[in-house]
């Protein structure tokens, strides 16, 4: 019998991933895909893959009912940081069990255990939960924090250089390129076996970098000058605040760099490489791979 595969937030940059890795594999598995998305207009357009426009999104349960209908397997990934997101995804947890869908793969945060220094795991910690309680069967991939967003933790100097500044102390992060989480969520989907049913999986990058590191790397890769500067966290929120985002959302910025100095960031995972049979890219290579990561980092760009 055909599945269907649901992808949600598939006009962003890791559901946009996904659906291209499914979209020509789909059929060697008995599967078809549908891709459910805001706005019909910015989504990919795939061979054989069908698209479902839910403007009302997540917090939208009937409709989220409605988009799901006839769907086996839902990739959900994790709303925009908002600060309803608990809520959203509840009522997408909702839906999902009312459309009758029979089984969830969600993208959660490593670490997102109740009590974690990171503020935004809560939602995590909170849908892990929900999803626990369906009784359907569920695969959580925990990814790490994307090496995609390294260049944007430095903010160029006028000396034509660059800084990462955060309150991370030494501690160390295990950061995944997003290509990498898209593979494995691929591999998971197309799987649909026992194997996976049950598990939280923490998907990461092959080792820890301190900022320190990180900043060397950047440095290597773009050719500016990137130095790491350690924070505390009253510097950390002062620099951040003038931003004008609402204090919920800086001290999810702020957590998060405390969370690395806390440790719990450093976990390093062989899932990469178990479920897509190569090794993860590192910093390095993912940056090498994605110039247009830093391009406002490039040399001779504006800093």
């Known amino acids: 019998m055909t599945r269907l595969i649901t992808v949600t937030g598939a006009t962003g940059a890791l559901g946009g991933r996904v659906a291209r890795l499914l979209a020509p594999a789909a059929a060697d598995h ?13 989504a990919p357009r795939l061979p054989g893959t069908a698209v479902v426009a839910q403007p009302g999104g997540y917090a939208d349960e009937a409709g989220m009912t409605e988009a799901l209908a006839g769907t086996h397997t839902l990739f959900l990934v994790s709303a925009a940081e908002a600060a309803d997101r608990t809520e959203q995804h509840l009522a997408a947890v909702r839906a999902a ?6 089984r969830i793969v969600y993208t959660s945060f ?25 009784g359907l ?70 080792e ?34 003038p931003s004008g985002a609402p204090d919920w959302e800086v001290e999810g910025w702020v957590t998060s760099y405390t969370a690395i ?10 899932v990469v490489r178990s479920f897509t049979g190569h090794p993860a890219l590192t910093v390095r290579e993912h940056l090498q791979r994605h110039p247009e990561d830093w391009a406002t980092l490039r040399t001779g760009s504006p800093a």
Do not use: C, K
């Open 261 to 270: 100095a806390a440790g719990e960031m450093a976990v390093v995972s062989d």
């Open 137 to 206: 069967r569920t695969t959580v991939l925990r990814n790490s924090m994307y090496a995609d967003f390294v260049p944007f933790f430095a903010t160029p100097t006028d000396d034509r250089g660059a800084v990462i500044a955060a309150p991370a102390g030494d501690g160390a992060a295990s950061f995944v390129s997003r290509d990498d989480a898209a593979e494995v969520a691929a591999a998971v989907l197309l799987r649909d076996h026992p194997s996976t049913d049950g598990r939280v999986l923490d998907v990461t990058g092959p």
């Open 110 to 134: 490593l670490g997102s255990e109740a009590g974690a220094t990171f503020t935004l795991t809560a939602t995590h910690a909170a849908t892990e939960e929900a999803l626990g309680d369906t």
């Open 208 to 241: 820890a970098l301190t900022l320190a590191d990180a900043a060397a790397v950047l440095a290597e890769v773009t050719g500016r000058d990137v130095r790491y500067e350690a924070q505390t966290v009253e510097q950390a929120w002062a620099t951040r605040r």
């Open 30 to 42: 008995d599967a078809t895909v549908r891709l459910v998305v805001r706005d019909a207009s910015r």
């Open 97 to 102: 069990v009312a459309a009758g869908v029979e």
